[in-house]
């Protein structure tokens, strides 16, 4: 086996494969090195896993509500195993979709652990192979898209013990669903977790030290599912600084201090949800002297480091710590290397939040808009405006555009509500083609759907919405 | 794959012309720049130079057909390079002539036409010729809208997205650059200006080129309106046979008039002004000299119903020319009243395009700025434009003795097409009568 490349990626994930499959697509020969299982966190431990698990909690949650579209069910109950065991299947069909990938694209997959040395050109790329020694690759480029993993703070307990303290990780495979749970952190990942164990009637308590939940969120949407979740149950300590996170004989106990006081909450379980570290370790960076800035490495607009032929691309050149991120870098850093791509595109990243009801945001918030020194114009649909989402029972949550008054630009937009993640994609696109104003409003949205709702925050951020 | 080749357009007004004499034959090999053809207008004779490279397919006009419409297929041409040239433009059928103005050559396969002096033409036409269908400047409607607000031409921009499509920070990088040019010797972004714009009238030197150091003087791109200022002015003096007649005319009755009239109709709050009389005169000495209210077509004189006045207004950045509709119908208080408006929408650039499009004669008045005499541009379809100069006490000869006068001159420049010297003369004398004899101005 020739042990020579165009080009080795290090980490299977939607960064790593991505690339490897777009450099393939332009002839370099290949290689990429996984430790684990081909997809990488987000699709055996993330993004696709845990969607199966909401979509149970969804479910669950509906039937649970079916008086409200005139149906009944007699004995709603779960099957906790079943659950979980669901959400691993679905990972793994598509792992396995990877692996099929990887070979119709004829990259040739190590499964091992990856070390760099320095060499000539690109740092050479030396791979424990699982149980086989090493082995040694070279490459003219070499891109890093080790991914990251959850943050741990040991000092004060926020770490996994293997038991009762989770990180998403055990979060995902528990043996029972608790009856009671502490969710450290209001990102993305925690509100998600936290959405999932109250559908299946745990009592969740999520503690934010940020003075608002989903933190990164326009303040506004933030407020909005503050409430929608405390609606269903969830509560809320934002505000809240972790002093220590603790075993106790049945559960777990938290200390934290809020408003100069400090307070003990107890559950059975607890998540650490505080945030994303670049895997960073253990691959020789330090001695190549690749420049590494807060965990993560540092990386030019072509997603090269400062080392010749080394690229790092996703969560381990820093945030936002999201799957489409790391795939969008990895095109653009293949067509980089490959000579074919125009000049790099800067394109707004979206962010979603899977819980319900759903979150989804592009751009700048509305405060950082006005931070940035734009004068605005904001729109605001709410869908309990919207014909469809009456129709569908899903009235909760609205849609918010920030333009740029001195451009007409689309700066922003944020939404929450039922399926907005699967909406936020048409504001994505009307961005990246720096669409303004008058091309959104001129834009037909169909008839009764709760797109129409994007439509009209557009218009209501220039005085012309109409159902309101 | 062929290619047509079509009748060109020779200058904006041109609509037909007669295939003179073909310089090839079918079979023939021609490449960019073999005089291929002459094709005889009422105005001249002009060589017609392939832009395309190819074989002669065939000859689809014969020699001394007479009256070929602009893009009309006149020759095939074949295979070879040829089948490179750009998709085969949408061919405006021969009963259906294209609008005289912008389109000069209005296809990619047009042939080029260096006319005799070599002059500008060619160069018009030639641009717009290597430039197929894709003249089109791609560009994000965010970069549009704020090249428009920051008054950048887009041609001028080089895009960096997709396709070459002008992104927003295209625009954003063009303003820094423009002003770097000024820091830093760099090559001036004029030539490419003006090679890419579709609108300019001729291909012109670089000022790097005549001798202007690039640094030594700022950039401002035009907008929208100063490129048709400048496309309209090039192509009406280059291409209209006109001719400047001079006259003074004395105002002091005029002014006595307005004097009164503005006196005796305050309380209705009625403001004549010197111009708004000159626009009443001009409009009254039309409709006693039909012939000066007058547009050349390629059929034929138009004599236009009515006297719609166009009045020059300056405005920020340029000027434009709002219309007071039939003015001969309308008494001085409504022309001012309406002219008043015209104007004040004008300056805040609000007017609607039927509100400065259309007017069958032109007055320019530079009295205010103390201009003695001036010719003006003929507004093109219009036969003549007046030329408005400042009313000052002069010395006149007045029975043989002298006397002071308040004294203007005026310049009416004609469309020789539209209407001849005598014409004019006769249309300035009713003009100075009507001046100096305001009373009749209410006749």
Redesign the interface.
């Known amino acids: 086996m020739a042990d020579s490349f165009d080009l080795v990626v290090i980490g299977a994930g939607p960064g790593g494969y991505v690339a490897a499959i777009r450099a393939s697509q332009l002839g370099l020969k290949t290689a990429i090195v996984e430790r684990e299982a081909l997809g990488g966190v987000c699709l055996n431990w993330g993004c696709i896993p845990t969607k199966a698990l909401l979509k149970s909690g969804e479910v669950y949650d509906q039937l649970g509500h079916l008086d409200n579209y005139g149906l009944a069910v007699e004995g709603r109950s779960y099957d906790f195993t079943k659950i979980i065991e669901r959400s691993r299947k679905v990972a793994k069909q598509l792992s396995a979709g990877v692996a099929f990938l990887m070979k119709k694209h004829k990259i040739e997959v190590v499964d091992g652990v990856a070390r760099l040395e320095a060499a000539d050109g690109a740092p050479r790329v030396v791979v424990a192979v699982k149980a086989k020694g090493e082995r040694t690759l070279t490459a003219k480029s070499v891109i890093l898209a080790t991914g990251a993993r959850a943050r741990v703070i040991p000092s004060i307990g926020l770490e996994p013990d293997g038991d009762r303290i989770w990180t998403y990780r055990e979060a995902m495979v528990p043996g029972t669903a608790p009856a009671s749970l502490l969710v450290v952190g209001s990102g993305a990942i925690g509100i998600e977790f936290a959405s999932f164990y109250r559908s299946l009637g745990a009592e969740v308590t999520v503690v934010e030290a940020l003075p608002r939940i989903l933190p990164v969120e326009d303040e506004e949407i933030s407020g909005v599912a503050h409430k929608a979740f405390e609606k269903r149950g969830l509560k809320f300590r934002v505000g809240a600084k972790v002093t220590a996170l603790t075993k106790t004989k049945t559960g777990v106990a938290l200390i934290l201090e809020a408003g100069g006081k400090s307070e003990t909450l107890e559950a059975e379980r607890a998540i650490v949800a505080v945030g994303i570290e670049g895997n960073v370790e253990g691959l020789g960076l330090e001695a190549l002297g690749v420049k590494i800035d807060r965990g993560h490495v540092v990386i030019d607009a072509n997603c090269a480091t400062n080392v010749p032929g080394l690229y790092a691309i996703g969560d381990i050149a820093g945030p936002p710590w999201l799957a489409h991120k790391a795939s969008h870098e990895g095109v653009a850093c293949v067509e980089h290397i490959a000579g074919v791509g125009?000049?790099h595109?800067a394109a707004p990243i979206p962010g979603c939040t899977y819980s319900t009801p759903q979150i989804a945001s592009i751009g700048l918030t509305e405060a950082q808009a006005k931070k940035n020194g734009l004068e605005v114009k904001v729109g605001r649909f709410p869908f309990r405006a919207n014909g469809k989402a009456i129709a569908a029972g899903d009235t909760e949550g609205l849609v918010k555009t920030v333009f740029d008054a001195?451009?007409?630009?689309l700066v922003g937009a944020h939404l929450i509500g039922a399926e907005v993640t699967e909406m936020i994609q048409g504001f994505a696109l009307a961005m990246t083609?720096?669409?303004?104003e008058?091309?959104i409003m001129a834009t037909v949205f169909p008839h009764p759907t709760m797109s129409e709702a994007m439509h009209e925050a557009a218009l209501d951020a220039y005085g012309k919405v109409l159902h309101l | 794959m062929s290619t047509d080749v079509l009748m060109p357009a020779l200058s904006p007004t041109m609509e037909e012309g007669t295939l003179a004499k073909w310089h090839v034959k079918v079979g023939d090999s021609v490449k960019s720049g073999d005089v291929i053809a002459e094709i005889e207008t009422d105005k001249a004779t002009m060589e017609v130079e392939a832009v395309d490279e190819g074989v002669v397919e065939a000859l689809l006009v014969e020699e001394g057909t007479e009256a070929v419409k602009v893009n009309a297929p006149i020759a095939r041409l074949s295979g070879g390079e040829g089948a490179t040239a750009p998709t085969p433009p949408s061919r405006p059928v021969a009963s259906h002539p294209p609008e005289g103005g912008d389109k000069e050559v209005a296809t990619p396969t047009a042939l080029s036409s260096p006319s005799g002096g070599g002059g500008p033409r060619s160069g018009g036409g030639g641009d717009t010729a290597e430039k197929p269908a894709g003249d089109r400047i791609l560009s994000?409607?965010?970069?549009r809208?704020?090249a428009t607000?920051r008054g950048l031409d887009l041609a001028a921009i080089t895009g960096?997205?997709?396709h070459g499509r002008i992104?927003?920070r295209d625009v954003e990088a063009a303003v820094p650059s423009a002003k770097a040019a000024a820091a830093k010797p760099s090559p001036a972004p004029a030539p490419k200006s003006a090679a890419a714009a579709p609108e300019a009238p001729r291909q012109v030197k670089s000022l790097e080129q005549m001798g202007i150091p690039a640094g030594s003087y700022d950039l401002r791109p035009m907008d929208g309106m100063k490129k048709t200022i400048a496309r309209r002015m090039t192509d009406s003096f280059r291409d209209i046979p006109h001719f400047p007649l001079t006259v003074d005319i004395e105002i002091d009755a005029l002014l006595a008039a307005r004097a009164a009239i503005n006196t005796l109709l305050a309380a209705e709050g009625v403001k004549v002004s010197v111009n708004d009389m000159i626009i009443k005169a001009a409009a009254a000495a039309l409709k006693r000299v039909p012939d000066a209210n007058t547009s050349y077509t390629p059929e034929g004189i138009a004599f236009h119903h009515h006297a719609d006045i166009a009045v020059a207004v300056s405005v920020e950045g340029g000027l434009i020319t709002p219309i007071v509709r039939a003015a001969e119908t309308k008494g001085m208080a409504q022309i001012a009243s309406e002219m008043k408006d015209l104007a004040d929408r004008a300056r805040t650039r609000k007017l609607k395009p039927e509100e400065f499009q259309g007017g069958t004669f032109s007055i320019s008045n530079l009295g205010m700025f103390g201009i003695k005499a001036f010719a003006s541009i003929i507004n093109e379809p219009q036969g003549a434009i007046l030329s408005v100069g400042a009313g000052e006490k002069r010395p006149v000869v007045r029975n043989d003795q002298l006397a002071i006068a308040t004294v203007m001159t005026v310049t009416l420049t004609c469309d020789h097409r539209a209407l001849d010297g005598a014409i004019g003369a006769r249309w300035l004398a009713a003009f100075k009568s009507l001046i100096e004899n305001p009373i009749t101005l209410i006749v």
Not at chain 1, 433 to 436: N, S
Not at chain 2, 140 to 143: G, M, N, Q, R, V
């Open positions: 125009g000049p595109l001195g451009t007409g630009a083609l720096e669409a303004t008058a091309e | 994000s409607p965010l970069a809208r704020v607000q960096t997205g997709p992104i927003l």
